[in-house]
């Protein structure tokens, strides 16, 4: 660099001190998971690299990533960066990183080698992925075939439903983001590391709906809340201390709260009710918190929606800040001198108000699923097509010389569209949930998106990811169940139903399909079984869209003969065993019941009964004699069947809400059969069979509902069982079965839908596992007998 560089760029000289002491931190690290490393190492060194530049794979070695305690790697990789910096591992690292805060290190070092594997690596089977990616010191498991693609933007992972978001400013600058709970809290978090900032806000006693960021002309600023307790509040987000309350009186919630500063720096507080009334609260100077109140209009509700009413801030002619409010009619006012100013007609009732990128023009989002662009000074309107489903959160950004606005609804996916081509140009996806919140953040003249939704997550959507939708750049597709067959022989076969309606059958070993087939592409299959095997010959069973039972055939590629009808409603679950009498099928579903089919015959068994959706069934056999079948129910219980009549043979009250999921464990080992228990309070319970009685406590661990679960027994000279248990909260834990303690955490990103294990052919103690969720699907090989 030369002298006249470092005087344009002042800052030159300590970036490159901190790449020079990241690059003499880096040589100190040891490529083992054994030593552990110095705390300096572990707390600054990816701080020091991120501050030179030079946050990349070489001066932040894997073998230190587990061990990050300092700032958040997925809020660093947001910091400016070479662009031909290699950072596969750190892409991988923040993929994972909110979710192993409290894990250990064979748990941490796992879940990134699965995340770097899978996204380094998508596709290619085990055999042909170079050794830096098969082998990782400290992990317990290879990834032996993938299409998983855990998303790598989760900013924070939370404790609790959020519904608001907005940008905040911190101690010292820091760039925040204030989040507002159902519990009536308000946390703030650092966007650059993740990491909360200070104590949570107990900030109100109802559901913080709405939130608003006014900076001060100094550090720090005012955060406004608006809450289902009918009150505004407005807090100091450096102390995190209350500045001032206001209310509007009555027993109705805030529906929308906004701000500014005028040129005296004095805060004027706008905010409409459920009833749609208009108020405005001004201080008096920026140190005074004193206010005066002014009610500025009684807006009337929209005739088919009475509650539908929203409030934004936009700047008009000349600087001007205008009010809008929208119910049955959209309003303008000069907010200074409360003067209305035009007042135009609305179409379909308004969930959600914002103003956009484009002076002068704002954008509502109706219950129809439309969108609106308003120009404030004509009245002149352009609207977007909906999908029928409400547009509940709207946010605007510019990015690429393009002006977008976010939408979201009911649904997990963010729509972008093209203010200027007025079309819809891609969809965030990532999401597992339905998204509740979007703000946008503007740092340095860029442009990101920030989103919060019911899966209980924050994400940050920048450039890059933005640019990647809507060029429409693939990602691994969502899998609605996977199945491994049951095969003694080395290369598993993975059949995988797709959220695209398409089921197509993987040989693991090659990583290449032996057999695709279409379903109804409204409604993919959602439920897969293996057939037993019969002479040589193993089929695949599905649930169709007809709530059938069909058969592939995946040697000859087509479909088999096989047709079981009877369910009136869509299929849940499938389960098969071979039994005392020959080979047997359970299937349960949402008319309440549980069917046992001969697959032998091809003729029904059993017609069994419950008094709620049945959303889970499982089967096994002994080899001995005993078989079993049980469904669990959304009533909470889980059933256990007599095959000889109609009657379950035992009922147990599991006290776990609804029971997602059941796996029956028959192989012998030092414990009795048994049956596993997962359920909607993030638990699993073990049931002995033979005692009909729980095992031990319940399995606590997962902060969110438990959606699959599976289990096996080792066949080394001293067996052990485990089961594997996979939650919304987007990590699989497993499960020693007799001491009742979590061996290993596996970080997955995203929440996985089914879970199927079978011992792996070339170890005893081994187990292949197939997982299947929102990020695609994966096929491991896991060692857990000496943890």
Known sequence: MSPDDRQRDPHADEQQAHARIAATLARLVRPDAVNVPHPYLSRYLAHHAALGGALDDSHVPPALLPWVTGDGVRGLLSLPHSPDADRAWLTAWAAVEPYVQDADLPSRYSSLHLAYTALRYPGIPHRLIPQEATELTGSRLCVLWSRWEPPSNVLATLSRRSLSLATAEGPGGAELLAVGHVSGSIELIDTATGAPVGDRIPAHDGDVRCLFFVPRSTVGGALVSGSTDGTVRVWDTIRGTLLNHMTFGGHTWISAVTGYRDNAGALTVAAINGDGAVKLWREHSEEHHHSEEHHLADMSAHPLEQAAFALALTVGPGGRQLLVGVGSTLRIWDIADHRLLREYPVGAPVRSLTDTSVPGWVATGHSDGSITLWDTASGAR???????????????????????????????????????????????????????????????????????????????????????????????????????????????????????????????LSGKPTGTFGSDPRRPPPALTWAPENQGRRLLLWAASDHSIRSWDPVRATAADTLLKGHSEPIRALASTVARGGRRLAISGDDFTVRLWDLESGQPLQLWRHPFTVRTVAAASDGVGADWFASGSADGQVRLWDTTDGAPGHVFYCRQGIINAVAINATPS?????????????????????????????????????????????????????????????????????????????????????????LSGESTGRVVLAMAGEAGVAVLELDLDDL
């Open 382 to 508: 352009t609207t977007f097509p909906g999908e029928g489903e409400p547009v509940t959160a709207l946010a605007a950004l510019h990015t690429g010389g393009v002006d977008l606005l976010a939408a979201a609804g009911s649904g997990s996916p963010i729509i972008l569209w093209d203010i200027g081509a007025g079309q819809r140009t891609g969809q965030l996806t990532g999401h597992t949930d339905a998204v509740t919140a979007l703000r946008t953040i503007s740092t340095d003249g860029a442009d990101r998106l920030a989103s919060t939704a019911r899966d209980n997550t924050v994400r940050l959507w920048d450039t890059h990811a933005i640019h990647r939708a809507i060029e429409g750049t693939a990602t691994a597709p969502a899998a609605v169940t996977a199945a491994i067959a049951p095969d003694s022989a080395a290369a598993p076969h993975l059949a995988v139903s797709y959220a695209t309606a398409q089921t197509q059958v993987w040989d693991t």
């Open 670 to 758: 030092p414990l009795p059969p048994f049956l596993a228990s997962g359920g909607d309070d993030g638990t699993v319970r073990l049931w002995d069979l033979s005692a009909l009685a729980p095992i031990g406590e319940p399995l606590q661990g997962h902060t969110d509902a438990v959606e699959a679960v599976t289990t096996w027994t080792t066949s080394a000279e001293f067996p052990r069982s485990y089961i594997a248990s996979s939650s919304r909260d987007g990590t699989i834990r497993f499960w020693d079965a007799a001491t009742s303690c979590c061996v290993l955490q596996l970080a997955t990103g995203s929440p996985v839908h089914t879970l199927s294990a079978r």
